[in-house]
């Protein structure tokens, strides 16, 4: 495996579409996005022109950037009947991207379907991306548990993305990425240790945004929790969108390198200037190689 950024947006026509088909949000209206709980905002074009994106991958130097669903704007807690249309107009555009792109596929999280994500995940998707809010507790995880179940079956990844930001229309505009994005990962890091990882031993799950940094409360649950060591889960990985050389160095001591890969959340924010945050070569090649293998693959060097 080349370079890899394990976390990008990038709108195929196909969503862009979809979405400004639509009265209620999540829509487009043009260029600008509604949403419920966010105030409206204006998405440039040129974030979501390909060719243009491709030539920044490039110059980037990666082999592969992964796309997703940007899980925020409420499609899969849409009803079945309203998810799939944008689910399925994401799917469509997502699969023809050209390299060095890939995809994460989406599932709607209010009426499950494992049949037909599974049916999704056969045209060569990575593995299922989910909204963090979506595995918050363990009635999330009970019913979202036939599609992990679907990707320990097929030996595929997990990624867990901030959902939508309820209550945040009247606040700054930063105010959702920074408060109930943050609070969502963070109770989908522990949420996973006591719900999660029980009923799916072998699933590998990436977490966005560093896991809202929960891993930094490693002490704390050591004092706290449940009294069972809170020892690193080999198949549990953080990336490193929004994030800079202060929080992933903290995260590093608390979990070690093999945990971390590179993600940058473009075009919502810029890949880091040093790949490896500071922290030597070797460090660079584990966060852009060596981990995004095993996370993707289960393989190893």
Request: charged share 20%; proline share 11%.
């Amino acid at each position: 495996m080349t370079n890899c950024d394990v976390h990008q947006h990038l709108w195929p026509p196909s969503l862009v579409a979809a979405l400004r088909s639509r009265r209620e949000p999540p829509f487009l209206d043009g260029w600008t996005l509604y949403l419920d709980g966010e105030p409206p905002y204006e998405l440039p074009s040129a974030d979501h022109d390909i060719a243009r994106r491709a030539a920044l991958a490039d110059s980037d130097g990666l082999g592969r950037a992964l796309v997703s669903l940007s899980s925020p704007i409420g499609a899969e807690w849409l009803p079945a009947a309203e998810a799939r249309p944008l689910l399925d107009a994401y799917h469509e555009g997502s699969a023809a991207l050209p390299e060095p792109f890939g995809a994460w596929a989406a599932a709607c999280v209010r009426d499950v379907d494992a049949q037909a994500t599974a049916e999704v995940l056969d045209q060569g998707f990575v593995g299922l991306q989910l909204p963090a809010n979506a595995l918050a507790d363990a009635v999330g995880y009970a019913r979202c548990a036939p599609l992990l179940d679907l990707l320990q079956e097929r030996d595929l990844p997990l990624f867990v993305h901030p959902g939508p930001a309820p209550g945040g229309a009247e606040g700054p505009g930063w105010w959702p990425a920074m408060v109930p994005y943050v609070q969502q990962m963070h109770s989908a890091w522990f949420a996973f240790r006591a719900f999660g990882r029980p009923r799916h031993p072998r699933l590998r799950v990436c977490f966005a945004l560093l896991a809202g940094l929960a891993p930094l409360h490693g002490e704390r649950f050591a004092a706290r929790g449940d009294g069972s060591d809170a020892e690193v889960d080999p198949g549990v990985f953080v990336e490193t969108s929004s994030y800079g050389p202060t929080a992933v160095e903290a995260v590093v001591r608390a979990l070690g390198v093999d945990a971390v890969v590179q993600g940058s959340d473009r075009p919502y924010a810029e890949p880091p200037q040093q790949p490896g945050f500071g922290l030597g070569g070797p460090t660079a090649y584990a966060f852009r190689i060596t981990n995004p293998r095993r996370l993707l693959t289960g393989t190893v060097d």
